[in-house]
């Protein structure tokens, strides 16, 4: 296809998605519900095929060397698309939220005003690797009444034009239109330029992948963009803490899975606890293989002290004697407090306590999420209040922030914005909000 080609071919779809999104924009809660359980079942009942779709990509990704954390996100594993499927579901069975009214106050002047929400049009969403993302944006879309166009990485090709047929046969099913949710077609990348420039056809752009895709789509984009540019997570270890739930919980954080963006990559550890806690972390992973970069201190508390099995805990799979000699320990440099590793490699730094952890956190992390392991209730509660980021939690892993586990049905995207979107983006974060008036005939004088 060349460029004239792609021109055309993306502005028909921009013509498409505007005509669809005003019939989606007034659909009735139930069709759109009817859609979204549709596509539930076909995803059950078409995941051999799917499979069978998603092996070829897993092929040519091997076949080119993709890296293994990128390969990891290409599968669609039974798993993942059960997961797909209860997200449907999910969203399914939540409240429709476009039409309500929230806010109506009686003026002075006699008038009611009120704020409305609405669909947001057409949001264009480009995206790597994770072939799931076409059905989490399309089913997002759906339930917000909105439509869309996707452009999913030329890697996933043949599991995304497979995942997008059985959206538009579940569209079709309910009586809604099928240009809603488009798939482009081509891996041509001049596709990708004219989506982030068609302000007549697409209201918001949503960029999901690696740090220079984002960058790129921020800089040439000519309609608004909802986006993060990486996860650089931190599980900071707090002076008081309960230190068998804090090894538990940094043990999920890092090692439950390498590749997604909430998975913790940053540990901090406060001094009054760290003699006690890091040899039992340090255990752990040296066990899975990870690869620490320590700051001085904690580099000669791993080395010095015996480790320990983690109390509450089966042993780990190296004998505590060989832990020591099989401990992954490189010298952190300063790059590696700001890193996202996306792989078995972790920072790890002893600090005095919270003051300085919040600091640290504010002035390296991405934004995105944070957690602190800590029995003290004002702790807590400050670093709830004074942490810099789109999720904030207490003593619990980072890989809960997500959309599913929020409850949300799905996420099109985690927004380290500050504007409109913050953290996972789900149904409200695709809508907007409208004033409405309502008046019995007062003038203005």
Same mark, same amino acid.
């Given at each position: 296809?060349?460029?004239?080609?792609?021109?055309?071919?993306?502005?028909?779809?921009?013509?498409?998605? @505007?005509?669809? *999104?005003?019939?989606?924009?007034?659909?009735?809660?139930?069709?759109?519900?009817?859609?979204? @359980? #549709?596509?539930?079942?076909?995803?059950?009942?078409?995941?051999?095929?799917?499979?069978?779709?998603?092996? %070829?990509?897993?092929?040519?990704?091997?076949?080119?060397?993709?890296?293994?954390?990128?390969?990891? %996100?290409? %599968?669609?594993?039974? @798993?993942?698309?059960?997961?797909?499927?209860?997200?449907?579901?999910?969203? #399914?069975?939540?409240?429709?939220?476009?039409? +309500?009214?929230?806010?109506? @106050?009686?003026?002075? *002047?006699?008038? %009611?005003?009120?704020?409305?929400?609405?669909?947001?049009?057409?949001?264009?969403?480009?995206? +790597? *690797?994770?072939p799931n993302v076409t059905i989490e944006a399309a089913s997002l879309s759906i339930k917000s009444g909105n439509a869309c166009i996707l452009r999913g990485g030329s890697e996933a090709i043949d599991s995304n034009k497979a995942l997008a047929k059985l959206v538009q046969q579940a569209l079709a099913e309910a009586g809604l239109p099928q240009e809603a949710v488009q798939l482009v077609q081509t891996t041509d990348r001049e596709a990708v330029g004219q989506l982030i420039a068609m302000p007549a056809f697409v209201d918001v752009i949503i960029p999901r992948g690696g740090k220079g895709l984002i960058e790129r789509i921020s800089r040439d984009a000519k309609v608004p963009v909802i986006k993060h540019l990486d996860g650089n997570c931190h599980t900071y270890v707090d002076d008081p803490c309960d230190i068998a739930l804090a090894v538990r919980v940094t043990d999920n954080a890092k090692t439950s899975k390498y590749s997604p963006c909430n998975a913790t990559e940053s540990l901090l550890v406060a001094r009054g606890v760290a003699a006690e806690f890091l040899p039992q972390i340090g255990a752990i992973f040296a066990a899975k293989g990870v690869e620490m970069r320590c700051d001085a201190e904690a580099a000669q508390i791993l080395r010095s002290n015996q480790p320990l099995t983690p109390a509450g805990q089966a042993p780990v799979a190296i004998e505590s004697g060989a832990i020591v000699a099989a401990l992954r320990i490189v010298n952190a440099t300063e790059s590696d407090w700001s890193e996202e590793y996306l792989a078995p490699v972790i920072s790890i730094k002893v600090v005095a306590g919270l003051d300085e952890a919040i600091a640290h956190i504010n002035h390296y992390s991405s934004h995105h999420t944070e957690a602190i392991l800590t029995t003290h209730h004002v702790h807590a509660q400050r670093f709830l209040r004074e942490v810099d980021s789109s999720s904030v939690m207490v003593n619990t892993s980072t890989r809960f922030a997500d959309g599913f586990e929020y409850g949300l049905g799905a996420e099109i995207g985690i927004s380290t914005d500050k504007f409109h979107a913050r953290g996972p983006v789900g149904i409200e974060g695709l809508t907007s909000l409208k004033y409405v008036v309502l008046g019995e005939g007062e003038v203005r004088g």
């Open positions: 296809m060349n460029a004239l080609n792609v021109t055309d071919y993306m502005q028909t779809l921009g013509l498409q998605a @505007k005509m669809a *999104s005003a019939l989606m924009a007034r659909a009735p809660a139930a069709i759109k519900n009817k859609a979204l @359980k #549709a596509l539930a079942r076909l995803l059950r009942e078409q995941t051999d095929a799917l499979q069978t779709d998603n092996a %070829r990509d897993l092929e040519r990704a091997i076949a080119a060397g993709l890296e293994a954390p990128m390969v990891d %996100r290409l %599968r669609l594993t039974p @798993k993942v698309l059960e997961t797909c499927a209860q997200g449907c579901e999910q969203l #399914a069975a939540m409240p429709d939220v476009i039409g +309500e009214i929230i806010g109506m @106050k009686q003026q002075p *002047s006699g008038i %009611r005003v009120g704020q409305m929400r609405v669909p947001i049009g057409v949001f264009g969403m480009i995206y +790597e *690797s994770r």
